[in-house]
């Protein structure tokens, strides 16, 4: 049975229960109001910058284009890195680029259509996390942890990016939590609601007839009067027999969270790999071994949901396993994704590499300021080994449990991606869900207390504190760095913009958070020897009798959190975005366009903003003088897109040849710079330098 916390009747800091109820009433309508509009806000203020985020809106808007919604494609060859899910997500963003001109820039109204559906699935992820968390834990710890997910920058700005990794982060957690949930409810002979049974059979359907109208494998194969009537034929067929089996099959299916867990792993799988299944399902063995209870295996509702998740990603899986194409390194898409991208990045592909301390630091900055009290959580959180045939009282089992299971979910997570040699910043990002929910379970238990925390233990949380915080002040481009691939090879003075500003703005907000907090403690210390501490412990506890130093530390790093997400949000991930952004600097070429032969060229860089941007326009020239001049040459204008610290190289290429006629456009940013080669002008000058010297000669 979940773990009621009967809020009303336990004053968390010694309120009247009725003031306490009318916040424990409201507190979710105010946080979900503040998650929403941090979340929505500024999604189309800024054009996409990541070069995955552009990478994967243009293999969208390839589908739009190509008519092809099963095999990516990527410029001139098929693209197999990541699954199908985002790029049909994306399609509506996609079809609103292509319904517009193309002598227009990509509208920041379709960013925001493709940047939305990311958007929406972390709010939705959030919300199931809310409900999940209240009811086994009690809606305190459920606010409380919803708010460190939605605050910490790993969330934040994954949910503002349209990459793959918050369809696993968001769905893999709530999924997980799902599989608790039936792992330690009793009551599960519950049959699916019917909205289940229409979403999880309507997404098998759908992949079904999709696969069989557009899939390869019936290319040529003509059973009635035409191929495509073979394919709408067999298409009608399946889909009848489909509808039938499933409304049989689905009446055997109980347990609405394992079935409801097995559709987000489905979804995240499809979204980004199977990693999230593979982790759950590990978690649930270790915590079954350490209950010495293995009943729930003996369960047909997890064998059944088990086939469902099977059912949910095989249609499309099974489409690519047995298709002939080739990617550009010319791998077909078990080699590149299963082998390549899968399986390869435990042994070591790209990226970067290091031991347990880069993804300490990593999470550092990722869940700041929370890494410090998700340490003291850690520890502090108790083994003990309870299983029901021992124990009369299964609320106090089941207590303890969920404990023992979100304990080996973190460390899991932690241990597996340290493990593996490929390292990314944001690799770590799944850790953020367990963690937080250990945090708001151990403050809740920590505010319940009438007796004052360690001056130690406070000491060392808010020391930890001030070092992230001081990390960040003096390397502000660190937040850059975890949802951003390419971050290696710039220095940071050019690599991100003003760093004065923000170093200021964030030291000011530090300061601040860190000003308030300790007159909070102060009051609630009591310390003699401070000058004016009783003025302060007057005006403090007129308001809370019994306010002590626990609540003041909480209330530090609820405002410290509070503060950074605002300004994270705001200003930092709105002025960064226009850092690495090329959307703006390639509006000029796109409305200074004449003619297929002016063309863009992007010189030494690979940031794929460049195709999608100029819809596929570009001519990658990666380091040879030669065909940098060629291309040139084959131009009535050229337009040519270089990182500003590779621009000298590039002018003296220009210079022996086309001395007078190239020059930078006028609008550009911190990293970008468009060059415009005026070819016709340099042979009308040759032409006319020709006509005189004939001239001369006569």
């Known amino acids: 049975m979940p773990e009621h916390s009967h809020e009303t009747s336990v004053s968390i800091m010694s309120m009247p229960s009725a003031q306490l ?15 929403c509009v941090m979340t929505l806000l500024g999604l189309g203020q800024v054009g996409l910058f990541d070069p995955w985020e552009t990478h994967y809106a243009e293999v969208a808007r390839q589908m739009v284009v190509r008519g092809d919604y099963i095999y990516p494609f990527w410029k001139s060859a098929y693209f197999f890195s990541k699954p199908i899910l985002l790029f049909w997500l994306e399609l509506p963003g996609a079809m609103c680029i292509e319904s517009v001109s193309t002598t227009t820039s990509v509208p920041l109204a379709c960013t925001f259509l493709i940047r939305l559906p990311v958007a929406l699935v972390s709010l939705l992820c959030l919300l199931g996390i809310f409900r999940l968390t209240q009811k086994w834990f009690g809606r305190a710890t459920a606010l409380m942890a919803c708010f460190i997910i939605a605050s910490s920058p790993y969330w934040l700005f994954l949910s503002k990016q349209a990459i793959t990794d918050m369809l696993f982060v968001g769905p893999t957690g709530l999924a997980s939590l799902m599989v608790m949930d039936a792992l330690f409810n009793q009551k599960t ?31 040529d194969v003509i059973l009635w009067y ?41 979804f995240s799988t499809l979204g980004k790999g199977p990693h999230g299944v593979v982790f759950a399902g590990l978690v649930v063995l270790l915590t079954l071994c350490h209950m010495r209870d293995f009943r729930f295996l003996r369960r047909r509702a997890v064998w059944t949901a088990a086939g469902l998740y099977v059912c949910l990603i095989a249609p ?74 021992k124990h009369h009282d299964a609320s106090s089992i089941n207590s303890t449990n969920t404990r023992v299971y979100i304990w080996f979910w973190l460390v899991t997570l932690f241990i597996f991606f340290t493990y593996t040699t490929t390292k990314f910043h944001h690799y770590i990002a799944p850790i953020v869900v367990p963690a937080s929910l250990l945090t708001a379970i151990q403050l809740k238990e920590l505010l319940k207390r009438k007796t004052a925390i360690e001056l130690t233990a406070i000491l060392l949380i808010t020391l930890f504190w001030g070092i992230i915080l001081r990390e960040l002040v003096f390397a502000p481009w660190e937040w ?6 390419h971050y290696k090879n710039y220095k940071p003075d050019y690599y991100f913009p003003k760093p004065g500003a923000f170093k200021l703005i964030m030291s000011i907000c530090g300061l601040s958070s860190l000003f308030i907090g300790l007159i909070f403690y102060l009051a609630s210390d009591k310390p003699d020897w401070i000058h004016g ?99 040139i040459e084959q131009s009535h204008s050229a337009y040519i897109l270089v990182q500003r610290d590779r621009y000298d190289k590039l002018a003296n290429i220009l210079k022996p040849v086309y001395a007078n006629h190239f020059q930078k456009m006028p609008q550009q940013n ?20 020709v006509l005189r010297s004939a001239k001369k000669d006569i």
Not at 250 to 266: C, E, I, R, T, Y
Not at 480 to 485: A, V
């Open 21 to 35: 109820v009318r916040i424990l009433q409201y507190s979710p309508i105010v946080l979900g109001a503040y998650v």
């Open 316 to 389: 499309w899986f099974l489409t690519m396993a047995v298709f002939d194409g080739h990617n550009h390194e010319y791998r077909t898409w078990i080699q590149r994704y299963l082998m390549h991208d899968l399986l390869g990045r435990v042994g070591g592909v790209h990226g970067d590499r290091g031991g347990f301390e880069y993804y300490l630091k990593a999470l550092g900055f990722g869940v700041f300021p929370w890494l410090p009290l998700h340490i003291w959580a850690l520890c502090r959180t108790k083994l003990p080994r309870l299983s029901g045939e």
């Open 480 to 485: 850059m760095d975890l949802f951003t691939y």
């Open 226 to 266: 035409s191929e495509d009537a073979t394919r709408y034929g067999i298409a009608g067929v399946t889909g009848i027999i489909f509808i039938l089996c499933w409304l049989k099959v689905s009446k055997w299916m109980v347990d609405p969270a394992l079935h409801g867990a097995a559709f987000l792993f489905a």
């Open 670 to 689: 911190t990293k970008w710079v468009l060059v415009r080669v005026d070819v016709q002008g340099r042979q009308k000058s040759l032409s006319n330098a």
């Open 189 to 219: 002979a519950s049959p699916l609601p019917a909205w289940l049974q229409v979403l999880c059979g309507g997404g098998i359907l759908v992949q079904i007839l999709l696969m069989i109208c557009g899939g390869a494998f019936l290319n």
């Open 533 to 631: 501490g009783h003025l302060i412990r007057r005006f403090v506890l007129k308001y809370s009798p019994t306010f002590l130093p626990q609540h003041a530390l909480v209330f530090l790093f609820g405002l410290s959190a509070t503060v950074f997400s605002i300004y994270g949000h705001t200003f930092y991930y709105v002025k960064a975005g226009a850092h690495w952004t090329q959307r703006d600097i390639l509006e000029q070429y796109v409305q200074a366009r004449q003619s297929d032969k002016d063309r863009l060229i992007a010189f030494q860089m690979d940031w794929k903003g460049e195709t999608f941007d100029s819809r596929n326009q570009d001519i990658q020239v990666r380091k040879k003088r030669a065909t940098l001049l060629k291309a």
